[in-house]
């Protein structure tokens, strides 16, 4: 848990302080901006805590999604920042993490609580890196 929350810090730190605009600006082609890696990831911890392992009865969410021109650097941060607490509630309640959730993302069996937290960490640090770069690239900033 100490891993996987300190990488998520390191996402939002990397948005904060700079303007919604450039927030929101991709940095690639591809059309990723920090924005929309927040938007990204917020929507990756729902469709896996809640939606797959908790099998709750929430939308799953289009990870997909860029940032709509409404969409404020504050709430999308505000909404990860939601995101994560509802994770760490479903985590902490977690009596066995080698029980399998209610269902998968995939096509596979739903996976346990260990495989989806050892594969956030693993997301969420890819998308922490992707955030290192594009904020260099924005005002050269680096570190944490």
């Not at 996402?11 to 938007?39: E, F, M, N, Y």
């Not at 021109?69 to 995101?83: P, S």
């Not at 760490?88 to 495989?115: F, H, K, Q, V, Y």
Request: proline share 7%.
């Amino acid at each position: 848990m100490a891993f996987l929350d300190y990488l998520r810090e390191a996402v939002v730190a990397k948005a904060i302080g700079l303007p919604d605009q450039q927030a929101r600006t991709p940095g690639v082609p591809s059309g990723t901006s920090l924005l929309g890696l927040i938007k990204h990831l917020t929507a990756v911890e729902a469709n896996w805590f809640e939606w797959a392992y908790l099998g709750a009865d929430v939308p799953f969410r289009d990870d997909e999604a860029p940032p709509t021109a409404d969409e404020t650097a504050d709430q999308l941060i505000g909404a990860y920042r939601d995101a994560i607490r509802r994770s760490n509630e479903i985590i902490a309640a977690c009596a066995d993490l080698d029980a399998p959730g209610a269902r998968s993302l995939r096509e596979t069996p739903p996976p346990s609580m260990r495989w989806v937290l050892v594969h956030m960490v693993e997301e969420t640090a890819r998308h922490a890196g992707h955030a290192d770069i594009l904020r260099e690239h924005i005002d050269g900033s680096v570190g944490r």
